[in-house]
Structures are given as C-alpha cells and as structure tokens.
C-alpha cells in the first residue's frame, strides 16, 4: 500500500459561530511525526476534533484530505475506516461495554464482514498490553469506567495499535501520564512509525518528544500555525516560552 | 365449545347468557365469577394513568367482543426444553407437555379452564384472590371474560428444575385477548417460569385493534422461591392492559424479571404484598419502546410484615417517538420493622423526539427501616456516540454499543439462560427496527 498523507490546507473553522482556526496548512506523510504545541486555548483540540469529524466543529473555509480523499465528504466512522486516528483528550467511558468487546467490534467495523479470529485478536490485545505495561484485566473492564487518567491515555494508545490507523492524532496522549508511562506509551507510538503510518503528537511537554523525536515541531498560537521547524523548535520554545514566538510572531507581521 | 365468527355486543341486560353460551364448558362457580365480574363492569371506570393517554372511547364502552374460530392445529412454534410447556391461542389450547417425573411428585401444569373443571377444590380458593376485579375495568373484564391462561401448582417441598414455558399468542385476527394464568407454590418449593406474549400467524388478516387484558396471580406459601420471567412482544395495533400481581409468605422470595417490548399503549401494573416476615420481592424490569409505542409501568412492593425485603429495577430504551414512564412504588406500612427496599431507575433515549419519565416513590409508615432509591432519565451521549464513530463503528453499531451497554448490566443478570437470551434477541431486534 502506498504511503499516506493527510493535507490539511487553509483550514478555517468555527464553534458557535465563532472562528476557531484561521487558516492552518499541515501535511503529514507516512514515516514522519509531527508535533504541534502552543498555548492553552489556541485551537489544538479544535483541529484534532475537525480532523476526526465531530460535528460541533464546522468548517467554513479550506480543504482535508487523506490519501487524496476528501475527509471533509466523509462522516465520522468512514473517515476512520479510512485510516484516521484520533486519541482523545478527553476519552469518553462507555458503561456496560466491555474494552475486549469494544476493540474487536472496531477492529471489524474496519474488516468489512471478514472478522477477526477470537484467538488471533486474544494474542494481538495481550500483545499490545504487554507493550504497554497494561493489566490484562482491563481488556474485561468497561471501556475507560473508573480508569485513572493515566489508564484512559494508555488505552488510548492501545486502541492504536490494535486499529492500525495510516494516519494518527493524538492529543495530548502524555498528559496526567508518570513520567515512566510517558516512556512507554512513546516507545508504544514509535513502534508503529513507518512508511504506513504518519502522526501528529499535540503535547505540550518536552519530554514526549524527547522519545518521539519528531521530524517536523508547529507552533499555533490563535488559530494558526506561526511557525515550524526541526525538533530543535521544542527545545527552543522549552527554553524560552511562548512569549517569544508571540515576540517574533509580532515582529515579523503575523504568519 | 363451539365458537363461530361473530360479534357479540354485550349489554348488562344480555351478558350473563353470552357468558354461558361462550364459556359452556367451564363449571358453573366459574360461570357465576364471570357474572359477577361482568356485572360490576360496566359501571367501573376505565384505568387511567397520568401520563398516559388511552383512548377511552375503545376501552370505556367494550360492548362488542368479537371471536373468530381458533383452529386446534395451528403450527406454532414450541420451544426446545426439557421443562414443561404449555402453548395456547386464546381458549385453545395446542400444547400441554408435562414431563413424567413432575406429575409424580404432583407438580400440576395445565391450562387454567381444564384446571378450574379437573382440580377446582385447588384453583377456586386461589383465582382472584390476589386481584381485585373489581378494581377497575380491565380487571373486571379479565376476570369475567378471560378466555384461558395457564395454571401451575408445585406442591410442598417439590423443586423443579428446568425452567417452565408458558406461550400465550394472540391471533391477528382476534380483537380481544385476555389471558389469565395463576400460579400456586406451596411451602418450600421452588420453580422457574418463563411467560411469553406473542403474535402468533395464522394467515388471516390482522384486525385493525386489538384491546388486551392479562392478568397473572401467583401465592407463594412461606419459603417458597418462584422465579418469573415474561416476554411481551405483542403488535403494536393491540393496547394492552398486564396485571401481574404476588402474595407472599413467610420467607418465600419472588424474582419478577419482566421485558416489555411490544404493544401500542401499554398500562401495567405488578404488585408484589410482602404479607409475611421475611418475604422478598426482587424485580427487574427491562422495557423498549419504538414508533409510537407508549409504556406506562407501574411495579409496586408492599412491605406488610416485618423483615421484609425488595429490590426493585426499572431500565429502558425509547426510540423514535416512544413514550414511557415507570414508576416504582414502595409502600412501607405500619409494623414492617427492619425492612430494607432498594429501587432503581435509568432510562435512555435515543431520539430527540422520544421520551422517558422514571418516578421512584416511597411511602413510608415505620421508622426502623431502610429504604433507598435513584432514577434517572437522559440522552444518549454524543461524546460517547463520537467516539466509537471515530474508532469505526457506524451510527448505527454505535448506537446498538451504546443501548447494549445499558442494558448489559441489567439483562446479563437475569439468571435464567433462555429468558436471558431471549430479552437479548428482542433489544436486538428493537434496536435494528
Ligand atoms: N464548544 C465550544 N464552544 C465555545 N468555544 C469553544 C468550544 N470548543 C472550543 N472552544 C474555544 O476554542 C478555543 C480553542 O480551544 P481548543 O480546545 O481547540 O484549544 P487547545 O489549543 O486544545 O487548548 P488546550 O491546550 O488547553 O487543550 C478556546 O478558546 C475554546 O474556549
Ligand atoms: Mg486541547
């Protein structure tokens, strides 16, 4: 299969009638990590949530596309069928359904009628739990109900690396994660990097990316992307915060 | 008896010879039950719930009771079991299969008018003992116009181990339908009873309405354990009246699992009395309601001796623009020290224009008692709903997610293997409509 690429090009979108994101353009291919950072606020949810589809966000300008397909034509399911990832923020629980049940029902939501082995998808979740340092005995638990923090973003990943997405986003995958857990899951994330998968880690903290080692680092400040560069932005904007691409943003007349 | 197709139009003046001419073969302390019910009928009122609309008109003047013949071989399905069966369509009755070694220890499953004829000094001092006929007028009109229904007896001490089917279908062409089963365990004993209410085909065109009134009594002698379980999934051109009510002795424990999935409007009533130290009522009640279906549920526990336990669960699906409400009542009275009564309520809906009420109410007469209760009625979750679309499922395996988890908890409780999955099969069935 070819590699994919997400294009997101001059992407306005608004909630409420108010305009969240101001013309982003990002491009992601297979084999790459890129990450976005910036503040508290500027629309990084926003465009992971516009990527995936959700219906709040609406976009009144610019194009989404995956492997050439128009997301934007796409509902939610179809777009993740296609191969988009989203890990969530704010993972929603799922009461009564089991996290085994849930994973092998999505798994074959993307098999198109051609179900997946119980015992093949049995040594695949114990696989991935094992390299997530996960108890097997949430596979029986509830999906996310009474999981910590911590376990929701840990079973983010896991859904990940089960559904085998081209292209994923994760947000904020590394918060509320120890900081052992945070090594984990990015070696988690890592072990899938390849020509047939791309993703874009939204974080706010350096050290994810210390074990990530993304090729490409954006800045959003207010809806836009206001710079990008090498994995040695991170460590620059670690060292002297916001207010300097602000500075520099200003400077230089906007993006 | 020979039943023709005709319309009868009953009149207070007339009903007593209908009576005799439609129910010929009962005993004449049945004939004259029947009259009494149907003479109080017509001046009782027609049951009325406060949320629920029923169109008083169809009820409140019931003079016309039509009755197509029922043929005595229709092919309706039996299910597999090593338990006993009973199959009725309306008055006639297609299968009685009691297994030998039930009958030895004298366990009696029969119809409840070969009953009434056969073992009368057993059935009269039972039937309608635990329900007022003349409550109301469906109950009267039950009570003097039921056409057949089921009647189980374990004597003391007997334990019967494979579960008991009771099917009662209703024939498209039958306007009426008016099932009345009552069930009898002696001390000690112990059963389990799964009642189901279907359509039953027999080619003929449907009628247009159909009006039903069911009714189920069940007296349980102290210790005794009945294990009960129903499936109603009649059409919903037919508006349903369900009566299910138990007497409880010392220490006897009574497990209504109840699915309510069929009908148009449905008003039902279960009333479990707690007359004796000890007794426990623990019901659970599992609706799903789709179109324009309306379920008004009541489940009622009246703790009337001390010691006495409930617990009540009420949990529900509406869909498109269904309506239901539920509402648990626990009446606590004077005496009933140390009783301890749980209920439960969790409603959901799947479209904006559905609708769910959960009413818990306690009444409460003693003071040494513990008594609890929580409902709660809501939407589906959309972020839930994104969130198995972002990982794939389509709206519509998402939404079956969603409704199966609700459900789960509740349904995979059910201890009865075939009851269990059967409330499944008819929440998938709902929920693909
Ligand atoms: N449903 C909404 N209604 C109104 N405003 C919203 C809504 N969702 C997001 N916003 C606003 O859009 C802006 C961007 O929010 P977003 O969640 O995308 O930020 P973020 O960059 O992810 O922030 P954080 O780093 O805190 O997670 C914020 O000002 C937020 O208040
Ligand atoms: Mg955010």
Redesign the pocket.
């Known amino acids: 299969m070819a590699t994919p690429v997400l294009v997101v090009d001059d992407l306005h979108v608004a909630?409420?009638g108010?305009e969240?994101l101001k013309g982003v353009n990002l491009t992601v291919h297979g084999n790459e990590v890129h990450a976005v950072m910036?503040?508290?606020?500027?629309?990084?949810?926003?465009?992971a949530q516009t990527l995936m589809g959700h219906p709040?966000y609406v976009v009144t300008q610019g194009q989404i596309t995956l492997d050439g397909q128009d997301l934007l034509a796409m509902r939610v399911d179809q777009r993740a069928r296609a191969g988009l990832f989203l890990a969530m923020?704010y993972p929603s629980e799922i009461s009564g359904v089991t996290t085994a049940n849930f994973l092998r029902t999505a798994i074959n939501a993307r098999r198109q009628g051609n179900a997946v082995g119980l015992k093949v998808f049995r040594d695949e979740l114990e696989e991935a739990m094992d390299l997530l340092q996960m108890d097997h005995q949430f596979a029986n638990r509830y999906v996310n109900e009474g999981f910590s923090g911590g376990e929701k973003k840990r079973n983010e990943l896991l859904q990940l690396l089960l559904l085998k997405p081209r292209i994923a986003i994760l947000d904020?995958i590394d918060s509320g994660l120890d900081i052992d857990a945070v090594k984990v899951v990015a070696q988690g994330l890592k072990s899938m990097v390849g020509p047939e998968f791309g993703a874009l880690v939204i974080t706010?903290y350096q050290r994810i990316l210390n074990y990530v080692r993304p090729q490409f680092v954006h800045i959003?400040v207010d809806g836009r992307i206001v710079k990008s560069g090498d994995y040695h932005l991170a460590e620059e904007l670690d060292a002297k915060g916001y207010d300097w691409v602000r500075a520099a943003e200003t400077i230089s007349g906007g993006a | 008896m020979a039943l023709s197709s005709q319309t009868l139009t009953v009149t207070p003046e007339n009903v007593a010879n209908h009576l005799r001419d439609q129910f010929a073969s009962d005993p004449e302390w049945l004939l004259a039950r029947r009259r009494e019910a149907m003479a109080a009928y017509f001046a009782l009122p027609v049951p009325t719930r406060e949320r629920t609309a029923f169109n008083a008109d169809r009820s409140g003047a019931i003079t016309g009771f039509e009755s197509a013949p029922v043929p005595a071989d229709l092919p309706l399905p039996v299910p597999e079991t090593r338990g006993g069966v009973l199959s009725m369509a309306h008055d006639r009755v297609l299968v009685t299969r009691q297994p030998a070694a039930l009958a030895r220890e004298g366990v009696i499953l029969t119809d409840l008018r070969s009953a009434c004829r056969m073992q009368p000094e057993l059935v009269a001092p039972h039937l309608g003992s635990v329900i007022d006929a003349a409550h109301d007028k469906s109950q009267a009109l039950n009570a003097g116009w039921w056409h057949n229904g089921g009647f189980l007896y374990v004597p003391a001490g007997v334990r019967v181990a494979d579960p008991v089917i009771w099917l009662h279908y209703h024939l498209p062409d039958q306007p009426g339908f008016f099932p009345r089963s009552l069930i009898v365990l002696e001390e000690d004993s112990e059963v389990v009873l799964i009642d189901y209410y279907s359509e039953g085909e027999n080619g003929s065109a449907p009628v247009s309405r159909t009006l039903a009134a069911m009714t189920v009594e069940v007296k349980l002698g102290s210790g005794a354990r009945l294990h009960y379980g129903s499936i109603e999934q009649l059409s919903e051109t037919t508006d349903a009246f369900v009566h299910r009510s138990a007497l409880a002795g010392a220490h006897s424990a009574i497990f209504w699992n109840v699915g309510v999935f069929g009908a148009g409007v449905e008003i039902s009533r279960q009333s479990t009395r707690l007359v004796e130290p000890g007794a426990e009522n623990h019901s659970v009640s599992v609706f799903f309601g789709s179109g324009r279906q309306h379920h008004d549920i009541d489940v009622v526990s009246i703790h009337d001796a001390p010691h006495t336990v409930s617990t009540m669960v009420g949990k529900g699906v509406m869909k498109g623009r269904a309506q239901s409400v539920f509402t648990g009542i626990t009446e606590i009275r004077r005496g009933a020290r140390g009783s301890n009564a749980r209920q439960r309520e969790q409603t959901l809906m799947l479209s904006d224009d559905a609708r769910a009420d959960a009413i818990p109410s306690l009444l409460i007469d003693e003071n040494d008692v513990f008594a609890a209760h929580s409902a709660s009625a809501g939407p589906i979750d959309q972020a839930a709903l994104f969130y198995l679309m972002a990982r794939g499922l389509s709206e519509e395996a998402a939404v079956r997610m969603i409704v199966q988890g609700f459900l789960a908890p509740v349904i995979d409780n059910i201890s009865i293997d075939d009851l269990r999955q059967q409330v499944w099969v008819a929440v998938e069935r709902k929920v693909s409509e």
Do not use: A, F, W, Y
Not at chain 1, 38 to 47: A, E, I, V, W
């Open positions: 909630v409420d108010k969240i910036g503040p508290n606020g500027t629309g990084k949810t926003s465009l709040r923020q904020e706010h959003m």
